[in-house]
């Protein structure tokens, strides 16, 4: 059995989504809202989490992201 900690990245990359990351229990991590970020921004702090939890902790990192789709006039 693997005793390496499970970490679960949630990102919804609408127009004013964010991101979380959220241990086995259900505890959130960090969240992060997208509102003011350009996609750099958005990079380097993916680049910064990836950094922390897996190679320095050696979590194991899951990541599921929404299929936005578009609804007009919404």
Known sequence: ???????????DPGQ??????????GSCLVSL??????GHDISNSLSELQELF???HGSLLFCCIENVHAFPKQ
């Not at 989504?17 to 229990?25: C, D, I, N, P, S």
């Not at 809202?33 to 350009?38: I, R």
């Open 54 to 56: 897996v190679k320095k």
């Open 1 to 11: 059995m693997d005793d390496k900690q499970k970490v679960f990245l949630g990102i």
């Open 33 to 38: 809202a997208f509102k003011d970020l350009t």
């Open 16 to 25: 004013s989504g964010g991101l979380a990351l959220l241990e086995e229990t």
